[in-house]
């Protein structure tokens, strides 16, 4: 007889989206998912007694695990008592990590719900370079270059897409122009001076493997210079020649996640703006 419990009742109580305490959950939930199947119950927005007293009823119906990312001490403390009368566990997330800091920093943390949801001033650049990056995917939007912060160059299929999505997602207008044999590359781009640019490459035995499996997903088996191994291998030497003729930093991606590449890009342009303080 199996002991495996198939399924179990869990409880994310949150004093605002209900964002953090999901997330914590399910990348922990993750290393059990082939032992049980959890039945999430999702409370958002308790902000009062009256509002805790419905939880607790829930949990009371249908007992499991409780977890909670909530501020408030005497709605937290109403929380865990009702969970010790009902003997069911509880986790309060959020609270072991504001204590270690505020023990840390020697202050009294705000202890106000949903503050880390903030629009603030940061959470529009990142919109605002979400935008940006997705204006200028691709080569398009080559008439406002300057307002980029990076500007990012690069055969076919090294990965210019996501690096500046990642890079947006950061806060940092990217714009990415691809470099295809036989099109010159906007003239704009050799006169910018604010942003960063920056070239990508690739290993051409690698490129011609992603480019091979790129033409099977689109039913394209035809043998074309876009994954002929020869015809990669000009290409790769013609954007580093270009990258050292006009001295852009030039990042080999063979062996880097999106990440990685994108914390290279953020080194080179932190070094550039400590370089021109």
């Not at 409370?43 to 119906?61: D, N, P, S, Y």
């Not at 969970?83 to 840390?104: E, F, T, W």
């Not at 950061?170 to 910018?192: D, H, M, S, T």
């Not at 290993?203 to 191994?229: F, G, P, T």
Request: charged residues 25%; glycine residues 4%.
């Amino acid at each position: 007889m199996s002991n495996l419990m198939p399924e179990f009742h869990l409880h994310l109580i949150s004093d605002s989206t209900g964002e953090t305490v999901q997330s914590v959950s399910r990348a922990c939930l993750v290393q059990f998912e082939r032992v049980a199947t959890p039945v999430e119950h999702l409370w958002t927005l308790v902000r009062t007694e009256k509002q805790a007293e419905k939880v607790i009823a829930g949990i009371e119906r249908s007992p499991g695990l409780v977890l909670f990312t909530v501020v408030d001490e005497a709605i937290r403390n109403q929380i865990q008592s009702a969970c010790r009368k009902l003997k069911v566990p509880s986790v309060s997330v959020l609270q072991p990590i504001m204590a270690a800091i505020g023990h840390y920093l020697k202050v009294e943390g705000e202890h106000l719900p949903g503050l880390q949801h903030a629009l603030d001033t940061e959470y529009y650049a990142r919109i605002a370079a979400m935008d940006y990056a997705m204006a200028h995917d691709d080569g398009q939007g080559t008439w406002n270059l300057e307002e980029a912060d990076v500007v990012v160059l690069g055969v076919s299929r090294t990965s210019k897409t996501p690096t500046c999505i990642y890079l947006a997602n950061r806060g940092i207008k990217a714009a990415n122009i691809p470099l295809v044999p036989g099109v010159e590359i906007p003239p704009e781009v050799y006169e910018l001076e604010k942003p960063l640019i920056v070239g990508l490459t690739k290993d051409a035995k690698s490129l011609v493997q992603i480019r091979r499996n790129r033409l099977k997903m689109l039913n394209n088996d035809e043998e074309s210079a876009y994954a002929d191994l020869e015809s990669v291998e000009e290409e790769v030497t013609h954007a580093k020649r270009l990258f050292a003729k006009q001295g852009w930093p030039m990042i080999d991606v063979s062996r880097r996640s999106i990440e990685e590449t994108a914390a290279a890009i953020l080194q080179l342009r932190t070094q550039r703006m400590s370089n021109d303080a």
